[in-house]
């Protein structure tokens, strides 16, 4: 880790939680807490997640590499303009919505200062099922994934709390190259690719394994 060369800075425009909901699925009972909602006032980042929040998989959707999950103002702006329609802070399931940060170009392993919290970019989000329910379109997770605009997971180094209105200052910054935006563009498009995320130390044990799996297997092809 190094201190960024180019001292970057944004803003923490809305910090938002949701609890799990049961709905129905394919006709089965299913779990969900992809529906977040703003808060008010600071929010402590303990654990796992942010207080009054909950990940009903945390195989998928939680677990210390992907605590908090943080979506910028400008991608979701983007979507607006895509579906035609406005879209609320927390729509996505995203904890943080950030503005004036390169969240799709932040180098895995990046920390970020929020608050009294030091927060840490961990990997991209890959849509799901829970997508397509939230966003009432079943062809939304492919749409998602096409555009390139996946979001940030966050680990949580440093317990504090967090609030909108607070400053993002991005303080380190890792000696590789590997951005979310990369990691995410080799998954979806480029697999052949999946050596390079090996580059990353940072990168989850999950997405390591994945990564060695598929070169190793491209190497005995």
């Known amino acids: 880790m190094k201190p960024s060369t180019k001292p970057q800075s944004g803003k923490l425009i809305a910090v938002s939680v949701g609890r799990t909901r049961t709905f129905e ?7 969900s807490a992809i529906w977040k909602s703003p808060v008010t006032g600071r929010v402590a980042a303990r654990g796992v997640n942010l207080e009054g929040d909950e990940q009903a998989d945390r195989g998928a959707h939680g677990g210390p590499d992907k605590a908090i999950y943080a979506y910028a103002i400008e991608d979701k702006a983007w979507w607006e303009a895509e579906i035609g329609r ?13 503005e004036g940060v390169n969240v799709t170009g932040a180098l895995v392993g990046e920390r970020w200062q929020i608050g009294t919290t030091l927060l840490e970019v961990s990997e991209p989000r ?3 099922w829970r997508f397509a ?5 079943p062809t939304f997770p492919r749409k998602f994934a ?3 605009r996946p979001g940030t997971y966050l680990r949580i180094i440093k317990e504090g709390d967090v609030g909108a209105g607070d ?5 380190e910054r890792p000696d590789h190259d590997l951005s979310i935006g990369d990691v995410f563009r080799i998954y979806t498009r480029d697999r052949h690719e999946a050596e390079a995320l090996l580059t990353a130390p940072q990168l989850s044990d999950g997405w390591r394994g994945w990564a060695d799996k598929f070169a190793r297997r491209q190497q005995e092809s």
């Not at 699925?25 to 779990?31: D, I, N, Q, S, V």
């Not at 406005?86 to 950030?98: A, C, K, M, V």
């Not at 329910?133 to 379109?137: A, F, G, I, T």
């Open 86 to 98: 406005s879209l609320e802070h927390g729509e996505f399931g995203e904890n943080l919505s950030t």
């Open 126 to 128: 890959v849509p799901c």
């Open 133 to 137: 329910v939230r966003m009432n379109d």
């Open 25 to 31: 699925y394919r006709g089965a009972p299913a779990e």
């Open 146 to 148: 096409q555009a390139g």
């Open 167 to 171: 400053e993002i200052q991005i303080v």
